[in-house]
């Protein structure tokens, strides 16, 4: 599974690195590139 794709399944960090296969400090790195402002975590 893709690991924005799983992030966006889950909303969670945690979660959707399990669903991925790699590291919850992996999947902060990938939606971080991705959201504005470079900060991924909870609301």
Known sequence: MNILEAFDLTGS????AGLAGCSHHTMAGYVAGR???GRAGRA
């Open 13 to 16: 960090l945690r979660d959707a």
């Open 35 to 37: 959201v504005p402002g």
